[in-house]
T-cell receptor
Framework: DAKTTQPPSMDCAEGRAANLPCNHSTISGNEYVYWYRQIHSQGPQYIIHGLKNNETNEMASLIITEDRKSSTLILPHATLRDTAVYYCIVNLLMKTSYDKVIFGPGTSLSVIP | EPEVTQTPSHQVTQMGQEVILRCVPISNHLYFYWYRQILGQKVEFLVSFYNNEISEKSEIFDDQFSVERPDGSNFTLKIRSTKLEDSAMYFC???????????????FGDGTRLSIL
């Protein structure tokens, strides 16, 4: 599995966009980028995923560089409830049985009033 | 929105006792998983389960652990003889199948906190 590198922590002002970077320089052509988050005392929550195109859903946007070696998760208007640990994960297309999610330490995002 | 539910939310057990953690995956999902998170550490994969058999297991998942899908709705994790180091949050996850191009990610429950005394 490709490895990812994320900053250990970030702050963001409430109402502003939170941009969380992730480096995955050893990603291979068939590996997707997934983002999950874990709010304190809760289970990991899926946010978004993509292969090479930028993606957007009701929670966030995912921007993947053209060479696919890095990506950015964007929370457009951060709220206090977005305070969580955010995990960037690179996995093979999750269609096989062997698709465990390997969590790294992630980025601890603090949204500040 | 459908969700994965886990019971109990907190389980306290004496060392050496057996414990069963229960999960109800999302109803049309076919792939099931257990993870654990020791306090202050990363979430770790334990086991994946598909078509009534284990697909993959980590080195953590030794002979003291077993999983079962006893009926069409529940998915359980059993620890036969608990140890102090089994104290952790245990998360169940499930995933459906579908068009790989519109991929379905794993969905996690909110976990069972297992405390071994």
């Amino acid at each position: 599995d490709a490895k990812t590198t994320q900053p250990p922590s970030m702050d963001c002002a409430e109402g502003r966009a939170a941009n969380l970077p992730c480096n995955h320089s050893t990603i291979s052509g068939n590996e997707y980028v997934y983002w999950y988050r874990q709010i304190h005392s809760q289970g990991p929550q899926y946010i978004i995923h993509g292969l090479k195109n930028n993606e957007t859903n009701e929670m966030a946007s995912l921007i993947i560089t053209e060479d696919r070696k890095s990506s950015t998760l964007i929370l457009p208007h951060a709220t206090l409830r977005d305070t969580a640990v955010y995990y960037c994960i690179v996995n093979l297309l999750m269609k096989t049985s062997y698709d465990k999610v390997i969590f790294g330490p992630g980025t601890s995002l603090s949204v500040i009033p | 929105e459908p969700e994965v539910t886990q019971t109990p939310s907190h389980q306290v057990t004496q060392m050496g006792q057996e414990v069963i953690l229960r999960c109800v995956p999302i109803s049309n999902h076919l792939y099931f998983y257990w993870y654990r998170q020791i306090l202050g550490q990363k979430v770790e994969f334990l086991v994946s389960f598909y078509n009534n058999e284990i697909s993959e297991k980590s080195e953590i998942f030794d002979d003291q652990f077993s999983v079962e899908r006893p009926d069409g709705s529940n998915f359980t994790l059993k620890i036969r003889s608990t140890k102090l180091e089994d104290s952790a949050m245990y998360f169940c996850a499930s995933r459906g199948t579908g068009d790989p191009l519109t991929e379905q990610p794993q969905h996690f429950g909110d976990g069972t906190r297992l405390s071994i005394l």
